[in-house]
């Protein structure tokens, strides 16, 4: 119930009159059964923007932080991500990530909808990162489509590392479901679970028109921070040489 009240009381209405989301093939979604929505990973309101272009239920993955979190911040933000249906995952945990897909198999066999980012982690500059096979071992288990979904524009609306940012009409895509039942049994094959993922994310590089990069995204951004702490400053302006030569540039 906590859900549809965000959605359709709460945050819904408000989000759709201010930004006027636009979304794009909606109807690849289909209306009843069970589906794997894979989509791209810009801004932390991806999650919000997403599931309102939708008439169906969507549960996500969140970081367990948000379910971790002490003190009354911390109880507020559990109550709420839960309450919105979300499945925390430990991303450094593989017994708590194993949770989250035992939770997303449970959902998909109730025909629901689940939501996943194949990066892992928001992208830290525009660029779409090299995905997480969980995704794939998800598909392969279950029998269930991957919808690709690339979300355009929540970087602007909420930038990496800031709350608020400008405003825009994000854009919603949704691609043609992919079908992966040709690897049947083949789900603890991890060349297979590798060549399935590339081809999720390939799908997200059409839809979104990002740049790919084949790294994964903590990986890159670890390397950005290193970069810039190794480069130089500036060095300052030098000062005119003394003596006449010097006195005849302040001259003129």
Do not use: C
């Not at 995204?217 to 190794?230: C, F, G, V």
Request: charged share 25%; net charge neutral.
């Amino acid at each position: 119930m906590f859900y549809w009240f965000l959605k359709w009381i709460a945050i819904g209405p408000v989000l759709r009159l201010v930004f006027r989301p636009v979304v794009e093939g909606a109807d690849n979604v289909p209306d009843t059964g069970p589906a794997i929505l894979a989509s791209n990973h810009l801004s932390y309101a991806d999650w919000l923007f997403m599931p309102l272009t939708l008439n169906r239920r969507v549960t996500f993955v969140a970081k367990a932080e948000y379910f971790t979190t002490p003190g009354i911040k911390g109880w507020f933000q559990r109550k709420f991500f839960s309450g919105a249906g979300q499945v925390p995952i430990d991303r450094t945990s593989g017994s708590t990530a194993e949770g989250a897909l035992s939770s997303a198999k449970t959902l998909l066999a109730d025909g629901e909808l689940f939501g996943i980012y194949p990066e892992g982690t928001r992208s830290h500059d525009g660029r779409l990162y090299r995905g997480r096979t969980g995704v794939a071992r998800l598909a392969l288990e279950t029998g269930v489509p991957v919808i690709p979904v690339a979300v355009v524009g929540t970087d602007v609306v909420a930038p990496p590392g800031k709350k608020f940012g400008q405003w825009t009409r994000p854009h919603v895509r949704f691609g043609k479901p992919l079908d992966f039942s040709r690897y049947e049994g083949l789900e603890g094959d991890r060349f297979i679970l590798r060549s399935v993922t590339d081809e999720i994310m390939y799908a997200l590089m059409r839809l979104s028109d990002q740049e790919y990069v084949d790294m994964y995204a903590p990986q890159a951004k670890e390397l950005a921070k290193a970069e810039k702490a190794e480069k130089p400053e500036a060095p300052d302006p030098v000062d005119p040489e003394p003596g006449p030569a010097g006195e005849q540039r302040k001259a003129s």
